[in-house]
T-cell receptor, first 113, second 113 residues
């Protein structure tokens, strides 16, 4: 079945620096990709969803890159601020089974002021 | 107002006992899920249901039994509780549409003593 590896598990950056989180997946049928943010003690909130047809997606303060050839998905937070401190999870589902969304193990990001 | 309601928020149980975690969603979604999050296995997919039918089951133990009395309900019965079952259990839902994201409840934090 699908395997999703997320790196790094922990990341500390200074305010204003960029932070990059990467996920690799194994299922070539993976078609839908998601990034979620989980603040301490809270539930998961969707940050962005990406379809396989789009390689670059920009949000407010971050960019998501999808490299289908290498089966790699990355989240790049530009100019991180303390409010970005949270756990981030990538998630993947295949077009052959949209009900099964597999999550990476998460990255705990700490932005130092 | 929360659209996915999980009860209770916190639960302490004795080893060997049985508990039911409640989940109701008011988003009009047809697919519902259970995920488990602990220090050992962050955000682990457990079950998916669509129109009250089991679609996918990744939980090896039969001690975990989902129960769906209505389309917008998916409770989780756990029998013969063990300390290793201690985790936060998240209920989630999504429209029965390929590629849509999963929406999460706030979770039930279960501690087995």
């Amino acid at each position: 079945g699908e395997q999703v590896e997320q790196r790094p598990p922990h990341l500390s950056v200074r305010e204003g620096d960029s932070a990059v989180i990467t996920c690799t997946y194994t299922d070539p049928n993976s078609y839908y990709f998601f990034w979620y943010k989980q603040e301490p003690g809270a539930s998961l909130q969707l940050l962005m969803k990406v379809f396989s047809s789009t390689e670059i997606n920009e949000g407010q303060g971050f960019t998501v890159l999808l490299n289908k050839k290498d089966k790699r998905l990355s989240l790049n937070l530009t100019a991180a601020h303390p409010g970005d401190s949270a756990a981030y999870f990538c998630a993947v589902s295949a077009n052959t089974n949209a009900y099964k969304v597999i999550f990476g193990k998460g990255t705990h990001l700490h932005v130092l002021p | 107002d929360p659209k996915i309601i999980q009860k209770p928020k916190y639960l302490v149980a004795v080893t060997g006992s049985e508990k039911i975690l409640i989940c109701e969603q008011y988003l009009g979604h047809n697919a519902m899920y259970w995920y488990r999050q602990s220090a050992k296995k962050p955000l682990e997919f457990m079950f998916s249901y669509s129109y009250q039918k089991l679609m996918d089951n990744q939980t090896a133990s039969s001690r975990f039994q989902p129960q769906s009395s209505k389309k917008n309900h998916l409770d989780l019965q756990i029998t013969a509780l063990k300390p290793d079952d201690s985790a936060t259990y998240f209920c989630a839902s999504s429209p029965r549409t390929e590629g849509t994201e999963v929406f999460f409840g706030k979770g039930t934090r279960l501690t087995v003593v």
